[in-house]
C-alpha cells in the first residue's frame, strides 16, 4: 500500500454543503474588511485620476497597498452583492438582476461566512445587505418577509444596517435593523440619535458600528470578517445638505449645481470614515497606544457594486467624469458599468504601490477569503482566489473568461441596442451580445472606452466572436442557478442515477456536488455513465470515498474537481474532466489509468496504475425488467412544469415509465435563453425562450435554436418511440413562428425533420400541440435525444413560451448480447453480434464442440446447422461426446456481471434429430446435475422452433470468462441434423475497484501539471515496457515541480522486478516544459554496485540506472569521475554525485575501488551480476593519507593517458 497523508479538519456549521471540510493550519488567517461602495465609477476617487473630489485615506490605501487596473462587478446591485458572497457569477447565481431582489436569498445559498466559520472566523456585515424584508415608512415599521435571506442565517453573526433595498436610499431612514435574541435573530431599531430625537445620518451610523466592531474584537484570538457595505454615493444625493457638516469643502465651489456639491461631498465623507477606520485598527481602544494595533494583520479590501449611474437622481457623472474614460454607466454592460475601482491594503503583505492587470470580479472574494482563512469553498465556485497575486506567494491561477448579465434597465449608452450579456476573456477582447442577436467585439487592451468595434465581416475577428459566445455559453451565461447537491445513494451505488441524491433529478452542468463518506468504513461510488456538474468534490470524514471512473465514461466538474482528504479517485481507463482544474487537495488521491482533461494541482497522492479488482465487494445492480416484457404504447416520459420558470434543466416529470430514465432534463440549446424579465410575459409553469432568429431550420440547426430532453431505456429494456410533443404559444409578433421536432436517430438533420408547423397567432390562449409520429424502429437500449427548433423570429428578444414536452414509446425487454445469424450458412465460430452491452465483450464465438459437424446440405440460410448430437440416453453422453454449442463472453475490465439467463433457439430437422437438450454454464461447471433448463421432445420441421432458456438463480457476480453450453441427445441417426436460430444471454453489471495498484498505469493530463509542496508522486516499476510494466504520466502542458516522489519494485511474473545497468524509465514527460525538482526522492535498494540517477530534462524525468561509481552520471565510470572522488575526499557527508559509491556518507578508499572496478563500463553494457565488489580490508590498501593520493594520481595518469 502506498502512505498516505490526512488531515484531520474541523466542521462548520449545520450546512450540507460545508459539514467535514478540512482546513489548512497553515493558512495566514488575517482579519479581512471588505468596504464596498454603493454606485461609485471608476474615475471617481484620486488614486484613477479624480482630481476634483478628495479621497485621501482611500488613495493612500492604493499608495501603500495593490491597486488594480482590471476589476470587475456586476451591472447592478443585487448580482454583484450576490457574486461577493457566493462566490457565483451572474450566470450561476441564484440573483442575477435588481428584479429578483424582493425574492431574495435562498436559504441553500452558501456564503463566505458561512465557509470560514469552520477557520474560526466571526463575521459581521453592517450597512446594505438588502434582502428579507419589506420597506417599511415613517409610520409602519417593516416586517421580515423571506427569513431564508437574512444575514444571520448565512453566517454573519453580527448585523446592523438595511434589510430593504429600497430603505437603503433613504440616509435619513427612521428603521434600521440590527442582529438580537428575536425569533427570527434580527428586530427592528429606531434612528433617533439626532437633534430632539430626529434621525441621524445612516451612513455616520454604520460607519460607526464598524468601527465598534472593530474595538470588541480586535483582542479576541479568533480573527474576523466584517463587510462594510456603504451605501455612498447611491442616490438620495439631496440628503446629504441636511447631515452635520452638509456640502463640507465643497459648500463654497460656486459654480456647482447642488447635486455636484452633494455627489463630491458623500463621496469625500465615506473617505472619512474609512480613514477613521484604519485609525481604529491602529489603535482599537482608543487610548492612544497603537501597541494594539491590528493593522498588519488586517487585510483591506476597497471596490464598489457597480459603475456610477448616470440616469438616476440627476447624479453629476458626466461632470466629474466619474466612470473614467469608460463606455456607459451603470446597467450597463459597457467598461463604465462593470469596471470598478479595487484598491487591496495589507501592510508588510502586499507590496505598496503594487499595480495587478489581472483581471478579477466580485465572484473572486469568497475563493479569496476562504484560501486565506485556510477553509474550502463550495466546490466548482466561479470565482478564483487572488491571494497569490496579493501575497506574491504561490501560482496565481486564471480565470480565462469573466461573464455579466444585463439587468434590464437601460443606462445612458446612447446606442439604442441593449445588453444581453457580456464576456471579457484576460487577454482584454470582450463581446457583447445584444437583445437583437448583434455582437460587439471589443480590443479593451488597445480600446478601453469601447468605442470602435473590431469588424466583424474580418474573418480573423468573426472568429473571436465565436470562440467568446462559445465560452460565454460554456461559462453558464444566461444558464441555470447552482443547485448544491449531496450524494446519498448506497455502498456500491451509480453517481449519475438520480435516486443516488438528495432533491430529484440526474447529475447536470449546474450542480455543485458533494460525494462525501462520514462514516467510520471506506464506501465506492460508481461512474458508469457520463457525469457532468459545474463542480464535484470527493471526500470522506474518517474513512475513505471512493469514486469509479469506468473504461470510457467521463466525470466532469465544469469549474472544479476536488479530491479532497480521504478522497480518492480511481480511473478504471475513465476520464476526469475540468474546463479549469483538478484540485488533490491533502489526504486525497488520485490513481488509476486513464485522462485528466483541465489542469491538475497536487497536494496529495498521484498514483498512476490500474485498481486491482479484489479489495471491494460487489453490489448487485437491480434486476432486469423481465424479457418478455411488452408494454405496448405508454407514456415514456412526460415533464412536469409545475412551479416551473424557465428552471434548467427540468427532471421533474408527472408520468415516467419505470422503464426509461430522464438522462438529460428539458434544457436549452446554446442558441436560447430565458426571457428573464425585460418585457414579455412570465405565465408561470413554462419556459419563455427567446433567440430564435435564424431564417430557416437548417440556420436554426446551425445556431442551436432548439430546447431539448434525452431518454435512455434502463438496462435490460428496449425502447420503441411512438410520438414526441411540444407545446408552445408566441408571446407576440416577434417571437418565432416556424416549429420543428428532431430527433438524434437521424441525426438532427435538417433534411429529416419528423414534424414541423408554422404559427402566426399570439398569445397564451392561443397554444399549440406540435406532435411528430415516429417510425418504428428496431428496439433500442441507447438514449435518444428529441429536440424542438425554432426560427422565424423577428427580434432575438421575441419570446415563445413552452409548457408540454412528452414522450410515448414502446418498452420490451432485450438481450444483454444477441448473436446475428444473419450471414452464410453454418459460418462458425460466429462472432457477428446484433447487440451487445458496453460493459461485456466476446470472449469466444458461437461455435460447434468437437463431438458436431456441419450437416450435409438440406439447411435454411441465417442458422447454424449441426449434426452429431449424441445418440446416448443421457446428458453424460453428450457431455462425454462433447456434443454442445457454445459461447463464451467475458465482463471488461473493472466490471463484474451476473448472469440472468441464455436462451438458444432451435429447430429440429426430424424425428431422429437430437430430442433432448440441456443449457449448463462453466459458472457451475459442465456436469450432470447443474443443468440450467432441459428440454425434450419437440415436434421437428423448421415451424417448429422453440427456445431453451436456462435461468440463473442466486448467480454470484464474476470478473472471469464464462462459457454456455448447448448439450443435445436421445438422436436416433447420427447425421440428423439440428438447427440453431438464435442464441442471446441476459446479464447484469456492477462495477468493481481495487484498494492497490498494479504497475501498469498510463495516466494522461491535457493540461499542465502542479506537483506542490507536500505532493506525492508514487511510481511502481515492474518491467521495462513505460505505461505497460511501469507507471508513467503524460502532461501535454507544462509540470512544475515541488513535492515528493516515492518508486516502488512490484511484482514482474512471479518476483519483484530487478532493474539492471542501463535501464531507463521516463515516468513523468512534459510537452510544454518542466521546472523545479522533487523536494524528496525515495527511491528501492539497487543490486550492489548501482545507483539511481533521476535525470530532469526539459520536458521530464526519467529514472536511470547506473553504476555507484558514475559519480557524474554522464553514463560511464572514468577520469572524471575519479576526479569527483579525489575533490571530494574525506567528506563524511557525501552521496554519489560527490564520490560516495558504497552510499556510507563518506567519500573514501572504498569508494575507490569501486571506481577501479568500474571505470571503462557504460551504462548499457554491463551486468551487474558480473561485477566484483571490493572487500573491506582491499579498501584499505587503496589509500592511506597523503601517500596514497600521491600513488593514486600516478595510477590514474599511467592508465588514463593523461
Known amino acids: 500500500m502506498k502512505p498516505r497523508y490526512w488531515l484531520i479538519g474541523l466542521t462548520a456549521p449545520a450546512c450540507t454543503a460545508l459539514s467535514g471540510q478540512a482546513v489548512r493550519a497553515d493558512a495566514p488567517r488575517p482579519n479581512i474588511i471588505h468596504i464596498l461602495a454603493d454606485d461609485l465609477g471608476w474615475g471617481s476617487v484620486g488614486f484613477n485620476g479624480q482630481t476634483q473630489i478628495a479621497t485621501p485615506n482611500i488613495d493612500q490605501l ?9 476589476s470587475y462587478s456586476a451591472p447592478v446591485c443585487a448580482p454583484s452583492r450576490a457574486m461577493l458572497y457566493t462566490g457565483f457569477h451572474q450566470g450561476h447565481g441564484s440573483l442575477d438582476g435588481n428584479d429578483e431582489i424582493t425574492a431574495g436569498f435562498r436559504a441553500e445559498d452558501v456564503m463566505t461566512p458561512q465557509v470560514i466559520a469552520a477557520a474560526g472566523y466571526n463575521s459581521a456585515i453592517f450597512g446594505k445587505w438588502g434582502f428579507g424584508a419589506t420597506q417599511g415608512s415613517a409610520s409602519v415599521a417593516p416586517v421580515v418577509n423571506s427569513t431564508a435571506s437574512l444575514p444571520n442565517n448565512h453566517g454573519f453573526t453580527d448585523f446592523y444596517g438595511y434589510l430593504n433595498h429600497g430603505a437603503a436610499h433613504d440616509y435619513f431612514n427612521k428603521w434600521m435593523w440590527q442582529t438580537s435574541g428575536a425569533p427570527q435573530g ?51 444625493l439631496d440628503a446629504i445638505s441636511s447631515a452635520p457638516g452638509g456640502y463640507g469643502v465643497y459648500a463654497s465651489q460656486s459654480t456647482w449645481t447642488p447635486q455636484q456639491k452633494a455627489y463630491a461631498a458623500m463621496i469625500t465623507r465615506m473617505d472619512a470614515s474609512i480613514g477613521s477606520l484604519m485609525s481604529r485598527l491602529d489603535d482599537p481602544n482608543n487610548d492612544g497606544d497603537d501597541s494594539d494595533s491590528i493593522r498588519e494583520n488586517t487585510l483591506v479590501i476597497f471596490t464598489s457594486d457597480n459603475g456610477g449611474s448616470p440616469t438616476e437622481d440627476n447624479a453629476p457623472i458626466d461632470f466629474f467624469n466619474a466612470n ?42 469568497m475563493a479569496t477569503a476562504t484560501d486565506l482563512a485556510g477553509a474550502e469553498a463550495p466546490v466548482g465556485i466561479d470565482g478564483t482566489s487572488i491571494a497569490p497575486t496579493l501575497t506574491g506567494v504561490g501560482h496565481q491561477r486564471e480565470r480565462d473568461y469573466l461573464v455579466f448579465e444585463h439587468q434590464g434597465s437601460r443606462g445612458g449608452d446612447p446606442d439604442p441596442r441593449i445588453g444581453r450579456w457580456a464576456v471579457v476573456r484576460q487577454d482584454g477582447m470582450k463581446l457583447i451580445q445584444y437583445y437583437d442577436e448583434t455582437q460587439a467585439v471589443f480590443n479593451l487592451n488597445a480600446d478601453p472606452s469601447e468605442s470602435s468595434p473590431l469588424s466583424l465581416g474580418n474573418p480573423a475577428n468573426a472568429q473571436i466572436a465565436a470562440e467568446l459566445q462559445a465560452a460565454a455559453v460554456a461559462e453558464g451565461a444566461l444558464r441555470g442557478v447552482v443547485e448544491y447537491r449531496t450524494y446519498t445513494g448506497s455502498n456500491g451505488s451509480n453517481v449519475q442515477d438520480d435516486s443516488s441524491w438528495d432533491g430529484a433529478g440526474r447529475p447536470n452542468g449546474y450542480w455543485s456536488a458533494t460525494i462525501a463518506n462520514n462514516g467510520a468504513t471506506p464506501r465506492i461510488a460508481h461512474v458508469s455513465d457520463d457525469v457532468t456538474t459545474l463542480g464535484v468534490e470527493i471526500r470522506g470524514q474518517s474513512a475513505e470515498q471512493v469514486v469509479d471512473v469506468h473504461a470510457g465514461q467521463t466525470l466532469t466538474g465544469r469549474n472544479e474537481v476536488r479530491i479532497g482528504a480521504h478522497g480518492r479517485v480511481d480511473l478504471s481507463g475513465g476520464t476526469l474532466a475540468s474546463n479549469r482544474w483538478t484540485n488533490i487537495r491533502v489526504g486525497g488521491e488520485l490513481r488509476g489509468q486513464g485522462h485528466v482533461v483541465g489542469d491538475v494541482y497536487n497536494e496529495g497522492e498521484l498514483s498512476p496504475g490500474r485498481a486491482d479488482a479484489t479489495a471491494w465487494p460487489v453490489v448487485a445492480p437491480p434486476a432486469l425488467p423481465p424479457s418478455s416484457l411488452n408494454t405496448g404504447v405508454v407514456s415514456g416520459a412526460n415533464f412536469n412544469f409545475s412551479g416551473v420558470q424557465d428552471d434548467v434543466p427540468l427532471q421533474a416529470t408527472s408520468t415516467l415509465s419505470p422503464y426509461a430514465e430522464v438522462s438529460h432534463g428539458l434544457d436549452f440549446g446554446p442558441g436560447v435563453s430565458p426571457k428573464l424579465g425585460n418585457g414579455g410575459t412570465d405565465a408561470g409553469n413554462e419556459f419563455n425562450i427567446i433567440g430564435q432568429t435564424g431564417s430557416t431550420l437548417a440556420a436554426a440547426i446551425n445556431n442551436g435554436d432548439y430546447i431539448s430532453f434525452t431518454v435512455d431505456p434502463v438496462a435490460g429494456a428496449g425502447a420503441i418511440p411512438s410520438s414526441v410533443s411540444f407545446r408552445v404559444w408566441r408571446n407576440g409578433g416577434a417571437a418565432a413562428k416556424n416549429f420543428a421536432i428532431l430527433s438524434s436517430i437521424d441525426g438532427f438533420a435538417a433534411t429529416t425533420a419528423l414534424a414541423q408547423a408554422t404559427y402566426t397567432d399570439s398569445g397564451s390562449g392561443n397554444q399549440h ?48 448480447l444477441e448473436f446475428n445469424l444473419a450471414q452464410p450458412n453454418n459460418g462458425a465460430p460466429l462472432t457477428a453480434l446484433k447487440r451487445s452491452d458496453s460493459h461485456l465483450e466476446l470472449a469466444a464465438g458461437l461455435a460447434r464442440g468437437p463431438g458436431l459437424s456441419t450437416p450435409n446440405g438440406g439447411n435454411a ?15 453424460q453422453s453428450a457431455i462425454d461426446g462433447g456434443d454442445y454449442l457454445s459461447f463464451a463472453v467475458r465482463p471488461i475490465e473493472g466490471m463484474a456481471m451476473f448472469p440472468d439467463s441464455v436462451t438458444f433457439s432451435l429447430w429440429r430437422d426430424s424425428a431422429d434429430s437430437a430430442a433432448t437438450y440441456a443449457v449448463l454454464s462453466s459458472a457451475a461447471g459442465f456436469i450432470p446435475g447443474q443443468q440450467l433448463a432441459e428440454v425434450n421432445n419437440f415436434t421437428s420441421g423448421s415451424a417448429n422452433r422453440f427456445e431453451i432458456t436456462g435461468s440463473f438463480t442466486g448467480a454470484q457476480a464474476t470478473t472471469e470468462s464464462v462459457e454456455f453450453r448447448l448439450y443435445g441427445w436421445n438422436a436416433t441417426a447420427s447425421l440428423a441434423s439440428t438447427h440453431l436460430v438464435g442464441a442471446s444471454l441476459r446479464a447484469r453489471f456492477a462495477s468493481i475497484v481495487g484498494g492497490e495498484v498494479d504497475p501498469s498505469g498510463q495516466l494522461s493530463v491535457d493540461g499542465d501539471y502542479y506537483h506542490l509542496a507536500g505532493s506525492m508522486l508514487a511510481i511502481d516499476l515492474g518491467g521495462r515496457s513505460a505505461g505497460v510494466d511501469f507507471d508513467v504520466v503524460n502532461v501535454s502542458g507544462a509540470v512544475d515541480l515541488e ?160
Open 1043 to 1202: 513535492g515528493s516522489l516515492e518508486v516502488s519494485l512490484v511484482d514482474a511474473g512471479g518476483s519483484l522486478f530487478s532493474p539492471t545497468l542501463g535501464d531507463t524509465f521516463e515516468i513523468l514527460t512534459a510537452a510544454q516544459g518542466l521546472s523545479g525538482s522533487f523536494s524528496d526522492v525515495s527511491l528501492p535498494a539497487l543490486a550492489a554496485g548501482l545507483d539511481w540517477f533521476v535525470d530532469y530534462s526539459p520536458n521530464g524525468v526519467s529514472l536511470d540506472v547506473v553504476a555507484s561509481a558514475d559519480f557524474n552520471s554522464d553514463g560511464s565510470v572514468g577520469a572524471d569521475d575519479l576526479l569527483v572522488w579525489k575533490s571530494n575526499f574525506g567528506n563524511e557527508h557525501a552521496d554519489r554525485t560527490d564520490g560516495d559509491a558504497d552510499h556510507d556518507g563518506v567519500v573514501d578508499g572504498r569508494d575507490f575501488l569501486y571506481w577501479q572496478r568500474w571505470v571503462g563500463v557504460t551504462g548499457s553494457a554491463t551486468n551487474e551480476s558480473h561485477m566484483p565488489i571490493p572487500e573491506p580490508a582491499a579498501a584499505l590498501l587503496a589509500c592511506a593519507g597523503v601517500t596514497g593520493f600521491v600513488c593514486l594520481r600516478r595510477i590514474a595518469g599511467s592508465a588514463l593517458g593523461s
Open 769 to 816: 400541440t406540435l406532435t411528430a409520429t415516429l417510425p418504428e424502429i428496431t428496439a433500442t437500449s441507447d438514449p435518444i435525444e428529441y429536440r424542438l427548433y425554432g426560427w422565424g423570429a423577428t427580434d432575438g428578444g421575441g419570446n415563445t413560451h413552452i409548457n408540454l414536452a412528452s414522450l410515448n414509446a414502446r418498452f420490451v425487454g432485450i438481450p444483454t
Open 861 to 875: 440460410p441465417n442458422e447454424l446447422g449441426v449434426t452429431g448430437f449424441s445418440s446416448g440416453a443421457s446428458l
Open 324 to 365: 473614467g474614460d469608460f463606455r456607459g454607466g451603470k446597467f450597463e454592460l459597457y467598461e463604465g458599468g462593470i469596471h470598478s475601482p479595487t484598491v487591496a491594503y495589507w501592510p508588510g503583505t502586499i507590496a505598496a504601490g503594487s499595480v495587478s492587470d489581472y483581471r478579477t470580479d466580485l465572484a473572486d472574494f
Open 186 to 236: 434580527v428586530s427592528t431599531t429606531i434612528n433617533s440619535g439626532g437633534p430632539g430625537g430626529t434621525a441621524q445620518y445612516t451612513h455616520d451610523l454604520i460607519a460607526a458600528k464598524s468601527e465598534q466592531y472593530v474595538a470588541a474584537h480586535a483582542a479576541d484570538e479568533a480573527p474576523f470578517y466584517m463587510e462594510v457595505a456603504y451605501t455612498i454615493p447611491h442616490f438620495d
Open 62 to 70: 492604493a499608495a501603500q497597498g495593490m491597486r488594480f487596473e482590471n
